[in-house]
DNA sequence: TTTCACTTTAGAACAATTATAAACTATAAG
DNA sequence: CTTATAGTTTATAATTGTTCTAAAGTGAAA
């Protein structure tokens, strides 16, 4: 992703290209593999990254406003921290708790057959499949 | 579940059956239903049942021996809080984010047709699928 | 009974996250 | 260009959920 995309990706979700900002995408989504992180380990990249710091504080808002945007999504995992993908599009993860790693599975390799209806005056969002991992 | 059964099911999980595990013990496993809970909703409930007060800690320390020896599950819900369920055969979940509830799904009814193989020397410890609600 | 490992407890410590308020900056308007 | 201002960043404080600590208490074996 060059660039000029990562500006226009910024503009037309309402988000001022700003230093901060554009250098998070940039480390982001200039990448071909989905990229699964915390809000910790991304601070410890960027910090090792780049040469001027980001403000914790500014990499939490900053994977906030993506998320609200659309251009991150969160991940279902127990623990007390939250996990963070590049990849929105709806699917699934392997989740090895052995070394704490997500990874994708796309969401047309899990077929479900059955499954119930959703309760009383609600409806299903979404449907997400959790493979826990054993050695 | 009586109160000899809830001594039986303490001492059989090497647990000694002391006043506050008693306690705890009884309040989540004489229901006819599962039970969805963090530690907090707990404390508050137990603060408000009970006439003796006890400990935050020793609820953490309860909740996680009961989980050890199996008594307990704990539910994949992102977000901060750890939630845990009385229903320990594999199941699965409905989570409504609007009440922030959790209802079990019955294994039998989801039905999986096809899953990926576990990636080089990992194998599938176990599935868990969850349904996010909307109204 | 006595003993002792196990348990409970209050409070400190810790980790992840969010709030605050002052300084800074992108950009729209003049 | 300037300037004004709403949006943004920042350091730090505050909050929340959880774990640790060490002293006091207790179940149960001998």
């Known amino acids: 992703m060059k ?3 990562i500006l226009k990706k910024l503009r037309s979700s ?12 940039k480390f982001l989504f200039e990448r071909d593999k989905t990229f699964h992180f915390t809000v910790e380990s991304l601070n410890k990249l960027l910090m ?15 994977v906030h406003s993506f998320k ?16 963070f993908d590049t990849n929105v599009l709806n699917h699934h993860h392997f989740y090895d708790s052995e070394t ?6 796309d969401a047309k390799d899990v077929v479900i ?17 959790f493979i826990n991992l054993k050695n």
């Open 48 to 62: 090792r990254k780049l040469s001027s710091k980001i403000s914790l504080a500014t990499i939490y808002n900053t």
């Open 100 to 105: 704490s790693e997500l990874i994708d599975i």
């Open 14 to 25: 309402g988000l001022r290209p700003t230093k901060q900002r554009v250098e998070i995408a």
């Open 113 to 129: 057959q059955k499954i119930p209806k959703a309760p009383n005056g609600k409806k299903i969002k979404n449907v997400e499949v």
């Open 3 to 5: 660039k000029i995309d």
């Open 68 to 83: 609200a945007a659309g251009h991150l999504s969160e991940v279902e995992v127990r623990g007390n921290k939250t996990y």
